[in-house]
């Protein structure tokens, strides 16, 4: 890109001195004819002659000597201006004329220009003195599972401490409104295809379970699908969780050239077995796979034993780090400028990883020494979460000393979120330990605790030399299938190698849901331009089936039907001696903090009784949900205990008609059916794996 700039303006250069050559030319010329067609009229027959000696004397007088004296000076100037004449002209005669500048001259000249500078582009590129740069960065996306906003050190509520998140938000730019969907396997989707999860079948607060014939629609074109047009290498490590009945919805036929992980979305951390109750039974999943190019049928599947019950964050931490180590080895003279000293040796190939952790997901079995770190906190659930992000943090920690050792820390952009918003207790009633305040609600819900995540993104080619290294905050709105296109922008893909399905559907309305955030990215790194939030309005959800919606738009939130799924309308938890808040936690800036009397009127002001649809199998859009509707204003009630909609019922109506537009079109509902499709064909010899050759079978 340097090379092809400096050529561009090389050429504009030769094309301007071009010009100028010609116009200084054109005026020499045009001067030379003024100046000779002025002199040509000065000839010797048209200047009179002045002699005094010719004019009769016809007064018969004698002439003074001073009219003598006069008539000579005259005499003399006129031989004088006659010789001068002369002399310009024999000059214009014998001049000769400025020529032409030649085109072929200029061409000759513009291909030495071109020669010489691919020359020093190339000796720059290729010196091993210089630090590796790449046209593609190299991209690490860090999916933490059931993370609460209140659950990272960074925010600075301070009970639970995650230095190495830290470390790398102190440098990045941290998504003040950052929203996912209710739940992991629509939040993943949405981040996959750029598109809102309710479009293709997966909205509402539902995840694919063990043994279920749903997933992903293998129609749609995958993010790892889009970076591989740029000859990325692509990892995921860790969940899947988007479907596995056939062999082709799995990680290494969606697009991911290898994956070490899980297809299901909760597992024990030691045993690796199926964690869900009764309803699918216990089996073991965990697994390695390597992408083949030997047919659709043929998949590299190994299941990978681990007698010794490892935990499943210290698996998937290692394997990471050891697909880095080997992806950009290291030389033993190499001084740590990045380069690689070998020049025959091929670039690598930079690398797309998806690290999706379990933690903190139910079930809460942290390590004893990470307990152990954490013994000041008191309560003892809060405690047991807090070691679950400890380990999380460790491996973010391990990762970005890897990148740091092979040198690629400065060449890759990282991105660090949550899938949703913390769990806060089992159906049961059983406590998790986590902490979405100053939020209301949890997993599974529409208010803001459900989907409004902890998330920032670290662009290091995009700080320039002399910046300060702090982070910044953005308040715009950021939904996750934003990542879509704007991973893509960073990555400078050539949008010319996408799938033409990513740029218009047959109304000329984009296919993707997402949102390119890059230029704002830069804007707010560069302090001398103004960062302009290009979303106004996010959809939460449209699920008809279960009777949930929701849209923000600007500064209003409104919420169609039951804005919580199942029994999880989980609002504030009451602070006492048993519950997982502690009084003195200060939230949302220093100001703002939550007495247990407080507390208790924000449950009972804010509980909301809806019911679900009266007919699932018939109901395929808003028109047939209940029409409760719930408006807050998120500037100042980011507690949603204030119903505003018989306040504010144009704001209302308008809301609620934009959900309607997404509603009535490119919707695809979520089947009744769901939850019920267990197949033990999918669990032989107690491991999960693909029953069907293909997805087309389901």
Known sequence: QITTQILFFSLKFVISVYILDMTRSFKIRSSAEKASRRHSSYTRSSIPSVTFSNVPNQCDCQMTESEVAIGNGIKDIQESTEKEIQNSLDNLKTKKRLPMPSIHHVLIAFIVLIVVVTTVSLAIVLSPKQELIRTHPNILVVIADDLGYNDVGYQGHGDIKTPYIDRLASSSIILQRHYTQPMCSPSRAALFTGRYPFRYGMGGSRAIYY?????????????????????????????????????????????????????????????????????????????????????????NHTIIKDPNGTFSELLFTEKAVQIIEEAFPVNDEDQGDGADKNENEDKPKPIFMVMSYQNPHAPITPMDEDVAQNEDIENENRRKMAAMITSLDYGVGRITSALEKTHQLN???????????????????????????????????????????????????????????????????????????????????????????????????????????????????????????????????????????????????????????MDFDQVYPLIDDNSIQNEDIVVNASYYKISPNISQQMRAYAETQTKYAADPLKCLNLDCMTKDKLLFDLSWDVTES????????????????????YSNRNHKPVEPKFFEDQNEEAKKDDVWTPWLLNSTEV
Not at 243 to 265: E, H, L, N
Not at 535 to 548: K, T
Not at 643 to 654: K, P
């Open 211 to 299: 043994g279920s014939k749903h997933g992903l629609d293998i129609s749609e074109y995958l993010l790892p699908q889009a970076l591989k047009t740029a000859d990325y290498k692509t990892y995921l490590i860790g969940k899947w969780h988007l479907g596995f009945a056939g062999w082709d919805m799995t990680p290494t036929r969606r697009g991911f050239d290898y994956f070490y992980g899980t297809y299901g979305g909760s597992t024990t951390y030691k045993s690796h077995q199926s964690y869900e109750g009764p309803r699918s039974g216990k089996g073991y999943d965990l697994f390695e796979d390597i992408a083949s190019d030997q047919g659709d049928t043929k998949v």
């Open 642 to 661: 204030n119903d505003l909609s018989w306040r504010f019922s144009a704001e209302t109506d308008e809301l609620y008609e934009t959900l309607r537009t």
């Open 411 to 565: 060449n890759t952009i990282i991105i660090f979120l949550s899938d949703n918003g913390g769990h806060l207790m089992m159906p049961s009633g059983e406590s998790l330990g986590s902490s979405n305040l100053p939020f209301r609600g949890a997993k599974c819900t529409l208010y803001e605790g459900g989907v409004r995540t902890p998330a920032f993104i670290k662009i290091p080619h995009l700080i320039t030399p002399g910046q300060v290294n702090s982070s910044v905050k953005y308040d715009g709105l950021f939904h996750i299938s934003d990542w879509f296109p704007t991973i893509v922008s960073l990555a400078q893909l050539d949008p010319r190698l996408l799938k033409k399905e990513l740029q218009f559907q047959d109304d000329k309305k984009p296919y993707l849901d997402g949102i390119d955030h890059s230029e704002t990215f830069k804007q707010l790194l560069d302090e001398t331009q103004k960062a302009e939030a290009p979303r106004d309005h996010v959809v939460l959800d449209i699920d008809p089936v279960f009777n949930q919606a929701a849209i923000i738009k600007g500064k209003y939130k409104l919420i169609v039907g039951k804005a919580a799924f």
